[in-house]
């Protein structure tokens, strides 16, 4: 049982353009949603997450939207930029220290 | 938020030996989490090891093949035993940040242990 899903596993963007990346969950019962970048033989990077309770959260270039409504976010990444060019992985917790479930990453490509 | 010290950060090994990773934490966690990312897989927990009591560990993972140590509240260990080729993946372990609110501070992860079994 996927319980979140990234459905889109690849992604190719112009540098400077919006990214857009998505993530569909089907568990109404998360609390926490996480994004997180990484890089081949690296650990993943926390990069930005939002409450259950909001619907925007913003830090810098990166932007998070949640559709409770729709169990989907999206994050969004303006300008894109060649060094954000990584997998991205999608994460949901319940409630607080407890394991987190991700999705199946979707790989970004922002080139020149 | 923590700072997370893993290794070793890669190893190829022989099948049917066991290999054992190490991640030690700049700081007192209470529970630490052991994930695999197989080849072009997502993450996934295999356990989550608190200090002072058994591991717990997720559906089709068993403590024979997984054995986890936490002799403190900073260090833990996973050993990956009697290994196969299907073993061959990047091993995680991760720490929920302090207070274990994942808002201005993620889950921090360690660099990551790449597994080939041949």
């Known amino acids: 049982d996927q319980q979140v899903k990234q459905n889109s596993p690849s992604l190719s963007v112009q540098e400077g353009r919006i990214s857009i990346l998505n993530c569909d969950y089907t568990n109404s019962m998360f609390d926490y949603f996480l994004w997180y970048k990484k890089y081949p033989a690296e650990g993943p990077t926390f990069l930005i997450s939002i409450s259950s309770i909001k619907d925007k959260n913003e830090d810098g270039r990166f932007t998070v939207f949640l559709n409770k409504s729709a169990k989907h976010l999206s994050l969004h990444i303006v300008p894109s930029q060649p060094g954000d060019s990584a997998v991205y992985f999608c994460a949901a917790v319940t409630g607080t220290a407890s394991k987190l479930t991700f999705g199946t990453g979707t790989r970004l490509q922002v080139t020149l | 938020s923590a700072v997370i010290s893993q290794k070793p950060s890669r190893d190829i090994c022989q099948r049917g030996t066991s290999l054992t990773i190490q991640c030690q934490v700049d700081s007192q966690v209470t529970m630490m989490f052991w994930y695999r990312q197989q080849p072009g897989q997502s993450l996934t927990l295999i356990a989550t090891?608190?200090?002072?009591?058994?591991?717990?560990?997720e559906s089709g993972f068993v403590i024979d093949k997984f054995p986890i140590s936490r002799p403190n509240l900073t260090f833990s260990t996973l050993t990956v035993s009697n290994m196969s080729p299907e073993d061959s993946s990047i091993y995680l372990c991760?720490?929920?940040?302090?207070?274990?609110?994942?808002?201005?501070?993620?889950?921090?992860f360690g660099s990551g242990t790449r597994l080939t079994v041949v």
């Open positions: 090891a608190n200090q002072g009591s058994e591991a717990t560990y």
């Open positions: 991760s720490v929920a940040p302090t207070g274990g609110i994942p808002i201005n501070y993620g889950y921090t």
